[in-house]
């Protein structure tokens, strides 16, 4: 017997027919004499429109209340996921983040969670009940609900399966697993059967949208083994383990890309010391994250500074920004968001000398020009235009030995 946790995307309950077919998934487990606990996500859909009112209102809503408007999506998930257990002899009961309780900071629509006491999941679980829990969503210090950011139910599966020290935790979306790239992009783009917890943090903050990234850091820190499967398939998915586990690891594992982000320019900054901090720090205090960053020196003492932020944080940012106008200098702030962020990401790159380079003769060969460069251990990311999204994909792709066998 395993404990597992299985949790289900917006696509995976899109309507009363999904549920019910989630649900008979649920009760193949709870037969098979697995302990089991579900997390799911709102209808698809319905975050969507959720957002877009609170947007609609205001561009710049309260947080908190925009929280308390999106968190309502799962919570009708989880009612009628355990209605629909209840009829074909399940026995399941929903649970809100409040209730169990998940605990998060006060960093309202994209908090972090603190700390979550499993043991009354485990108690309802050992007297043979499927508890069915609202992803996304926390209780704030203010004793407010607090959502964890776009796909944060994700992260909601993985630390629910961390507290109650589950065996696996599967996450059941639309596709069948992991693939080398978007096959909507590249239809030769293969299944991986293993990912390193790394390569897939590294993939999953570049754009790749199987997985949110705080869900795959949280899984390996707490060694959380995560299982990516369809929801609408028998088969075997990809799994998100230990590098130890992996066999074989090749020189790159993926070509991700993100259309999410915006390029920020702020032009003529002063170039002295602390300049930097001036323009990041109330940035940060704002939760406006900031991606890659470039620098480029004039001669005339001044600097233009290149950023990215995500697209729906301009509005914010821009706002920071003429706030701060007066220290920080800049002449004027210009927001770009026609550009893709493209990545090739692989534990191989550690051990081998000229990835990079590949990558930018690709590009050249092809005509696109890279605006912004930013790399790790096992990742280089360049920003391009907008337009070249599924030319850069493809031709690094085949570049890198990615596509499958005809």
């Known amino acids: 017997m395993a404990r597992i946790v299985m949790k289900f995307g917006g696509t ?88 169990i309780p998940i605990s998060t900071d006060g960093a309202h629509g994209k908090a972090r969670v603190e700390e979550i006491d499993g043991s009354r999941l485990v108690a309802a679980m050992g007297r043979g009940q499927v508890p069915v829990i609202a992803g996304f969503q926390g209780i704030g210090p203010e004793e407010r609900v607090a959502t964890l950011g776009r796909g944060g139910s994700d992260l909601s599966a993985v630390a629910i399966a961390a507290a109650v020290k589950a065996d696996r935790c599967d996450i059941y979306t639309d596709v069948d697993g992991i693939y080398t790239t978007d096959p909507r992009i590249v239809p030769r783009a293969r299944k991986l059967q293993a990912v390193a917890y790394e390569e897939m943090l590294e993939l999953a903050s570049v754009g790749a949208k199987v997985l949110q990234t705080r869900s795959v850091e949280l899984a390996m820190k707490q060694k959380v083994r995560v299982q990516v499967l369809s929801s609408f398939e028998d088969r075997p998915g990809s799994m998100v383990v230990d590098e130890d586990e992996i066999v074989e690891q090749p020189l790159v594992t993926g070509v991700a890309y993100s259309r999410d982000e915006a390029k920020v320019t702020l032009r003529r900054v002063p170039d002295k010391p602390g300049i930097a901090a001036t323009v990041f720090g109330p940035l940060a205090d704002a939760n406006v994250n900031v991606d890659m960053i470039v620098q480029n020196l004039a001669s005339d003492g001044t600097t233009d500074m290149t950023f990215t932020v995500g697209k729906a944080d301009v509005p914010r940012a821009r706002e920071v920004l003429e706030k701060e106008r007066a220290s920080i200098g800049y002449a004027e702030v210009l927001a770009d968001p026609e550009v893709t962020k493209i990545s090739i990401v692989g534990i191989g790159m550690r051990s081998h000398a000229g990835v990079a380079a590949t990558m930018f003769k690709t590009l050249a060969e092809k005509g696109i020009n890279i605006q912004v460069i930013s790399t790790s251990e096992i990742k280089t990311s360049v920003l391009v235009g907008a337009e070249y999204t599924e030319l850069a994909v493809r031709a690094l792709h085949t570049a890198y030995g990615l596509d499958a066998p005809a």
């Open 12 to 99: 995976s309950v899109a309507d009363l027919d999904r549920i019910r077919n989630v649900a008979t998934r649920v009760k193949r487990e709870v037969e098979a004499g697995h302990e089991v606990s579900v997390v799911v996500s709102a209808m698809s859909g319905v975050t969507n429109q959720l957002v877009k009112w609170c947007s609609d209102l205001s561009p710049l809503h309260d947080a908190r209340e925009y929280d308390t408007v999106v968190a309502t999506g799962e919570q009708v998930t989880i009612g009628l996921l355990s209605i629909a257990l209840q009829t074909i002899g399940v026995e399941a009961r929903s649970w809100q983040g409040w209730q």
